[in-house]
Nanobody
Framework: QVQLVESGGGLVQPGGSLRLSCVCP????????TGWYRQAPGKQREPVAG???????KYQDSAKGRFTISRDDAKKMMYLEMHSLKPEDTAVYYC?????????WGKGTLVTVSS
C-alpha cells in the first residue's frame, strides 16, 4: 500500500502564503502524472492542480495565478506553493496520482484561511 504524506498546512490570514509538501516513499510517483486535491468542509473532494511526469502543469480556475505545483522526482516529493490565500481555500489538501487512485489517499494537511 502506498503511503502518501502531506504536510505544510496551517492557519494563515487572508492574503497569506503556504507551501505544501507531499512525500511518496515508494516509487509510485515515478513516471506518473500527479496532483493536488482538496476537500472543503461539507463539500466533495476536488482537484486543484496537476503536473505530468514530464512537467506539464495544469490548474483549476480557482488556483490559476495564485498556486504553483512542482515536483522533484529524485526526492520523491511534490509541492504546492499557495499565495494570496482566500477563506474559500480553506480545506484539507491531499496529494495523489492524476487521475487519483483510491488506495493512495493519505490523511491530508489542513489549510485554514481566516483572520
Amino acid at each position: 500500500q502506498v503511503q502518501l504524506v502531506e504536510s505544510g498546512g496551517g492557519l494563515v490570514q487572508p492574503g497569506g502564503s503556504l507551501r505544501l509538501s507531499c512525500v511518496c516513499p515508494s516509487s509510485a510517483f515515478i513516471m506518473v502524472n500527479t496532483g493536488w486535491y482538496r476537500q472543503a468542509p461539507g463539500k466533495q473532494r476536488e482537484p486543484v492542480a496537476g503536473i505530468s511526469w514530464s512537467g506539464t502543469k495544469k490548474y483549476q480556475d480557482s488556483a490559476k495565478g495564485r498556486f504553483t505545483i512542482s515536483r522533484d522526482d529524485a526526492k520523491k516529493m511534490m509541492y504546492l506553493e499557495m499565495h494570496s490565500l482566500k477563506p474559500e481555500d480553506t480545506a484539507v489538501y491531499y496529494c495523489n496520482t492524476d487521475p487519483a487512485l483510491s488506495d493512495y489517499w493519505g490523511k491530508g494537511t489542513l489549510v485554514t484561511v481566516s483572520s
